[in-house]
């Protein structure tokens, strides 16, 4: 089996996982995978997408139910969720929308809301239209990202089977950060 039927197989796959542990490095791999023509453009932005919304109405549920459970008052106890849960109570709805995009905050917000009296449905919703737009926006700008690494490649003239391992790279390092932003989550 090729390292293109592997991508083109479970290529999507990957990037709804990643999507939902990783975030924005992974969404843009797919983007430039995408631009290689090893995924489809639009199915790598519905996968980051869909990834995105499940992993945060997860999250959300989590501090939902377990929001008087010693770990989750541990992350609460923490600042980033301090600053979370402050801009969430002066803009409910453009946090909800908004948190995936500022660094820092993203894996915390939802647990964040989760914990307060945001309705189910409010952030079911909001969830959605924000992972959809952050989907497509990162997705595309990796596919951007995607013509200046073709130009740059071009110049040292690097082969097909090359210009794949490097996508592959950007992947497999992509699951790895999250691995590590996992682990590290787990031991705090």
């Given at each position: 089996?090729?390292?293109?039927?592997?991508i083109?197989?479970y290529?999507?796959?990957?990037?709804?996982?990643?999507?939902?542990?990783?975030?924005e490095?992974?969404?843009?791999?797919?983007?430039?995978?995408a631009?290689?023509?090893?995924?489809?453009?639009p199915?790598?932005?519905?996968?980051?997408?869909?990834?995105?919304?499940?992993?945060?109405q997860l999250?959300f549920?989590?501090?939902?139910r377990?929001?008087?459970?010693?770990r989750?008052?541990?992350?609460?106890?923490?600042?980033?969720?301090?600053?979370?849960?402050?801009?969430l109570?002066?803009?409910p709805?453009?946090?909800?929308?908004?948190?995936r995009?500022?660094y820092?905050?993203?894996t915390?917000?939802?647990?964040?809301?989760?914990?307060?009296?945001?309705?189910?449905r409010?952030?079911?919703?909001?969830?959605a239209?924000?992972?959809?737009?952050w989907?497509?926006?990162f997705?595309?700008?990796?596919y951007?990202?995607?013509?200046?690494?073709?130009?740059v490649?071009?110049?040292?003239k690097?082969?097909?089977?090359?210009m794949?391992?490097?996508?592959?790279g950007?992947?497999?390092?992509g699951?790895?950060?999250?691995a590590?932003?996992?682990w590290?989550?787990?031991?705090a």
């Amino acid at each position: 089996m090729t390292i293109e039927s592997l991508i083109g197989q479970y290529g999507l796959v990957a990037l709804f996982l990643g999507a939902g542990l990783e975030g924005e490095t992974v969404v843009m791999a797919g983007g430039v995978l995408a631009h290689q023509g090893l995924v489809w453009l639009p199915g790598a932005m519905a996968a980051t997408a869909a990834g995105s919304f499940v992993a945060d109405q997860l999250f959300f549920a989590a501090g939902r139910r377990f929001r008087d459970h010693r770990r989750v008052k541990a992350i609460t106890a923490k600042p980033a969720f301090a600053r979370a849960k402050a801009m969430l109570e002066r803009h409910p709805t453009g946090f909800i929308v908004a948190f995936r995009f500022i660094y820092g905050i993203r894996t915390v917000s939802p647990i964040a809301i989760g914990t307060t009296d945001v309705p189910t449905r409010t952030f079911v919703i909001l969830n959605a239209i924000a992972a959809v737009i952050w989907g497509i926006l990162f997705s595309a700008i990796g596919y951007l990202f995607g013509n200046a690494v073709e130009r740059v490649f071009d110049r040292l003239k690097p082969d097909r089977h090359t210009m794949i391992w490097i996508a592959a790279g950007i992947v497999a390092l992509g699951l790895v950060l999250a691995a590590v932003h996992w682990w590290r989550g787990r031991r705090a």
